[in-house]
């Protein structure tokens, strides 16, 4: 367990943009003593596009919103039953960087995945979590004077479609994959919940 306060919000099921502006209200704002905070949601349909994105990776448009935001990589998509977490951390304060970070979120999810007898793998030059090559757990980042936020976000019991309408994080024929399609019938807020005690340890 980390040594450093860590406030957790579980947030429910909220709109994209307004959580993206009050992360970036929130690190704006936060002094040197502001406590990190961990917030859990999920979001309505969304696309969201990172600061390096290309619209050629949008294969088919639909009425899903596309966000062009300031998170690192390319396209992924947001949607009911998929557990999002937040990381808004001083990494000055932690002592560590946006590489060890990355890391540890990874771990968080492969040791979350383990507690249900699911064997998951990083993927080299490609963050996120895979399990027999799907992605189930996507990565980005927002690092901003040593401060972070965006996160995670955790594939539970949704509707997998939109994936096929995008190049998941530009990655042309990449499968997804979640927990129900492993045998995992478990709500997201109890993942969520789960995904919290993992992240209060991890980071």
């Known amino acids: 367990m980390s040594n450093f306060p860590l406030t957790i919000k579980h947030l429910g099921l909220v709109d994209y943009e307004p959580t993206w502006r009050a992360m970036q209200a929130f690190t704006a704002q936060r ?48 949607g009911p039953g998929q557990v999002v977490a937040y990381v808004l951390l001083d990494l000055k304060r932690r002592g560590y960087g946006v590489r060890e970070l990355v890391q540890r979120l990874e771990q968080t999810v492969m040791d979350l995945l383990a507690g249900y007898g699911i064997q998951a793998a990083r993927r080299a030059k490609a963050p996120g979590v895979y399990v ?29 479609a939109p994936f096929q309408y995008i190049n998941p994080c530009g990655y042309e024929g990449l499968e997804v994959t979640q927990l129900r399609a492993l045998g995992i019938a478990e709500n997201p807020d109890s993942v969520a919940q789960k995904l919290a005690v993992q992240l209060a340890m991890t980071l």
Do not use: C
Request: hydrophobic share 40%.
């Open 31 to 78: 002094g040197p003593d502001t406590p990190d905070e961990l917030w859990l949601l999920q979001h309505p349909p969304v696309f969201t596009l990172g600061l390096a994105g290309k619209r050629e990776h949008i294969l088919q448009v639909t009425d899903i919103p596309i966000i062009p935001i300031d998170r690192g990589g390319q396209v992924t998509y947001h």
């Open 132 to 160: 027999d090559a799907r992605k189930i757990a996507a990565l980005g980042l927002r690092i901003k004077q040593g401060m972070s936020y965006h996160g995670l976000a955790l594939n539970v019991d949704m509707d997998l």
